[in-house]
């Protein structure tokens, strides 16, 4: 299956660039993104781009970008775009349906990368981390100690509205995950349906091969008849030769003559060697030979 990537993980990466680069230049240009619930009506837009605004200096915002891009992307690769955009959207509601409902303003991406973190560690638990670039340790520790910070964090930064905003961003979207971690990744969904087309090639293919060679049947089965007792193959049937011959298979490795049984046999009957066989049989009877096995063709 072709991988049905957007590379939205990238794209959110490229966008907390910019904002960064613009809060660089220009703070107080960020007003307009922030999530102030009086304000929703006029400015629809920030229950979305609220979780663009940077709230740290530039260390751990390049910090946070690194995580987002190796735990992001590979999440992405293995769900697929669509799954991907669902769980990062059901997040960005839950943190902000809360924010609205505690009417509490709101800045920061604390959230999703909260819900990225446990995603990422439950999925991959045993991956290792390199802490600070020296310190191994393993995802699934990583989350907790991530997870603790994040939500103190969000706290002392927020205050206790603020935080439970935050942590209602992270449970929403990890709790997205734990409810549809059961669907099928974008692999085994490619693999089963792969697997179909396949299944549906081979029954058309069977198909296809059992109504040509029902059609060669009779003809067959005459030109069996009128070798036999001519000892030569007839006038007539040297055009149902070269038919037989321009059909035949090479990747097709045929039965022995004597197993050749014209439809009445189901193997014989759906078999693409078919036309092979049929060649055979009516050469073999025009040389004095017991066709198929010495069966009369009629």
């Known amino acids: 299956m072709r991988r049905e990537c ?14 960064f680069v613009l809060a660089t230049a220009n703070r107080e240009s960020l007003q307009a993104l922030a999530l102030i619930p009086g304000a929703v009506a006029a400015r629809p837009w920030t229950l979305v781009t609220f979780q663009f605004i940077p709230q740290s200096g530039m260390f751990w915002f390049f910090i946070s970008m690194l995580v987002l891009w190796v735990m992001a992307k590979p999440i992405e690769d293995e769900w697929g775009s669509p799954r991907f955009l669902l769980f990062w959207l059901v997040a960005t509601a839950g943190a902000a349906g809360v924010a609205l409902l505690l009417g509490a303003p709101m800045a920061g991406d604390a959230f999703f ?19 600070f670039f020296i310190v191994p340790v393993k995802v699934k520790w990583l989350a907790v100690i991530g997870g603790v910070f994040l939500v103190l964090s ?12 935050n942590v209602a961003g992270m449970s929403t979207g990890y709790l997205f995950f734990l409810v549809t971690r059961r669907l099928p990744s974008r692999r085994k969904l490619g693999f089963e349906l792969a697997k179909k087309k396949a299944k549906v090639a081979a029954m058309v293919e069977t198909a296809t091969a059992e109504q040509r060679n029902r059609g060669w049947d009779p003809r067959v089965r005459a030109a ?11 006038v007539e049937d040297e055009p ?8 035949r298979d090479p990747t ?7 197993e050749f049984g014209l439809t009445d046999d ?12 049929g060649a055979r049989a009516i050469r073999l009877a025009a040389e004095g030979k017991p066709p198929h096995g010495g069966r009369s063709p009629g």
């Open 6 to 19: 957007w590379h939205l993980s990238e794209g959110l990466i490229f966008v907390h660039f910019a904002v």
């Open 113 to 131: 990368n909260g819900s990225l973190l446990f995603t990422f560690a439950t999925l991959y638990p045993e991956m290792q981390f390199m802490l």
């Open 224 to 234: 069996l008849a009128r070798a036999s007792d001519g000892q030569a193959v007839a």
């Open 266 to 277: 189901p193997v014989c009957r759906t078999c693409p060697g078919f036309a092979e066989c």
């Open 154 to 165: 969000s706290f002392a930064g927020y205050g206790l509205v603020g935080g439970l905003v």
């Open 240 to 247: 149902l030769l070269a038919e037989l011959d321009a059909a």
């Open 252 to 258: 097709i490795t045929v039965c022995a003559p004597t």
